[in-house]
């Protein structure tokens, strides 16, 4: 149980298109879904935090314009990278908790995106 | 200072050789405490998850919490090499955002 999965798992883009991904928790409705990205040797950095049918709450220094989040459902959030820059590439990594599991965060296995 | 604090490694181990990771932290607010598991270019992976202070095993895998000395450990026994990975800790506090403060992870290597 608690699987999260994610799409696309790797996509290469040109510069200054949109690239979206989507989070789906498979087997549990998810209280909360977060949305990391994570350069390599390095540790998860959180972007945001967003509940079902709420605006997302991001960390300082995420630009919201550029991350677009929306959490259409309990089990369905994506990420929207809007005007991609080279920069901008990085692997994203969502992750979803469940209040019935104790709130711990379940990870999806993350995209990889190349922006060229 | 990281509220945080691993050693990113890289740790090399031969095949069956038990294996210590450790996290120290600084907020004495922390009540919940986990491992995960990364391979590259995947998910993290929840391991293990302890509350508060203790030990907690499972197979091979033993988490440890000495909130006293704010100190956490992973214990790896008869390690594999499938167990090469990045192992990150988490901590939270209780209630709030339920948002854990990660580690930067320690990568493992275990060699035949």
């Known amino acids: 149980g608690a699987v999260v999965s994610q799409h696309p798992s790797w996509v290469i883009c040109k510069s200054g298109t949109s690239v979206k991904i989507e989070c789906r928790s498979l087997?549990?409705?998810?209280?909360?879904m977060f949305w990391y990205r994570q350069f390599p040797k390095q540790s998860l950095m959180l972007m945001a935090t967003?509940?079902?049918?709420?605006?997302?709450?991001?960390e300082q220094g995420v630009e919201k314009d550029k991350f677009l989040i929306n959490h259409a459902s309990l089990t369905l959030s994506t990420l929207t990278v809007t005007s991609a820059h080279p920069e901008d590439s990085s692997f994203y990594i969502c992750?979803?908790?469940?209040?019935?599991?104790?709130?711990?965060?379940?990870f999806g296995p993350g995209t990889r995106l190349t922006v060229t | 200072q990281k509220e945080v604090e691993q050693d990113p490694g890289p740790l090399s181990v031969p095949e069956g050789a038990i294996v210590s990771l450790n996290c120290t932290y600084s907020?004495?607010?922390?009540?919940?405490f986990m491992w995960y598991r990364q391979y590259s270019r995947k998910g993290p992976e929840l391991l293990m998850y302890?509350?508060?202070?203790g030990n907690k095993e499972d197979g091979r895998f033993t988490a440890q919490v000495d909130k006293s000395s704010k100190y956490i450990s992973l214990f790896i026994r008869d390690s594999q090499p499938s167990d090469s990975a990045t192992y990150l800790c988490a901590m939270r506090n209780s209630g709030g955002s339920y948002i854990p403060t990660f580690g930067r992870g320690t990568s493992l290597i275990v060699h035949p």
């Open positions: 087997d549990f409705q998810a209280t909360t």
């Open positions: 992750s979803a908790n469940d209040r019935d599991r104790g709130y711990e965060q379940y």
């Open positions: 967003s509940n079902e049918g709420s605006k997302a709450t991001y």
């Open positions: 907020n004495s607010a922390f009540q919940y």
């Open positions: 302890t509350y508060s202070s």
